[in-house]
């Protein structure tokens, strides 16, 4: 097992969950999205999240899906696991029962009953308390799921109280000033040094955020070697390259990330790519119209030439 530590960088990838058109778990479907990851370049998988339809897998359909995709992993990159649950208790077990797999750490978001500081301060305790001292952690800051504004300051001080919070997955939007202001407080040594890795959708604002301090991207695309090759294009310093790539996807990630069809989109485009086997999402869930593929097909094609015309085709 690779454990998760405040090291971590480059592009944690949010895998999407395959099903059959019968919307049964597709295991097949699982492997060949792993082997198309790794192949991409990313650094490590994150699995049950939000875009991973985490909340419609009973329990003991996650814990099959984790170890299927642990099994092909086997152990080349870190595999981080949504954790987020309505109580201690489940948490506790699901965690457990990933880490015996040989997860590399869990993530957490808060629920949308805690509004105050001092109560989303008071959670992330408790969170830690539960997890235990061995247990990594990736605090999810997204409010736009969750409702839960969290400001930078009450994210240090979660930081502060929680030595195995590792990792902040930052995707409140707009959020560059907040990215600003938590390695600002770590490079003045007012706050201890995490891994930060955006996960704005599709990593709209990945180039700026790389410039803010962010380590890397932990987010979900139908083309994830974009966000490889820009992550390293910024750590190269080629910055003007990082941006060149970003622009070149970036009509297809701005149609993918609309609210409602974006992750019937993110299928369809894995499917078409032979990466699963359907683009089925589990009900209830969105369909596709013939004006949307129309969209996407076209979308495609110029993003393709637009990529030979720049001199960045692959």
Known sequence: MRTLDATAKGVYLITVT???????????????????????????????????????????ESRTYVKQVLARVTGRVPVVVGASAAGFAPMKELTQSVMDLGASGVMVAPPPTVKTDDQIVSYFDMVSETLGPDVPWVLQDHPVSTGVQMSASVILRIIKNSPTCVMLKHED????????????????????????????????????????????????????????????????GDVERAHDLFDAYLPLSRYEQQAGIG?????????????????AIRKPGPKLSSADLADLDRLVKRQTRRLAEIGLAK
């Open 263 to 279: 992750l019937a989109v993110r299928k369809h485009l894995l499917a078409q790519r032979g990466v699963i086997a359907s683009a």
């Open 18 to 60: 395959p099903f059959t058109d019968a919307g049964a778990l597709d295991l097949p479907s699982t492997d060949r999205m792993v082997d198309f990851c790794l192949e991409a370049g990313v650094t490590g998988l994150t699995v049950l999240g939000i875009m991973g339809e985490a909340t419609k897998l009973t329990a003991e």
């Open 173 to 236: 939007c707009p959020g560059l000033a907040k990215m600003s202001a938590y390695r600002a407080a770590s490079d003045k040594g007012d706050a201890r040094r995490i891994s930060i890795l955006t996960g704005n959708g599709g990593g709209l604002f990945l180039p700026e955020e790389l410039s803010r301090g962010a380590d890397g991207a932990m987010t979900g695309f139908a083309y994830p070697e974009m966000m490889v090759d820009v992550v390293r294009a910024h750590a190269a």
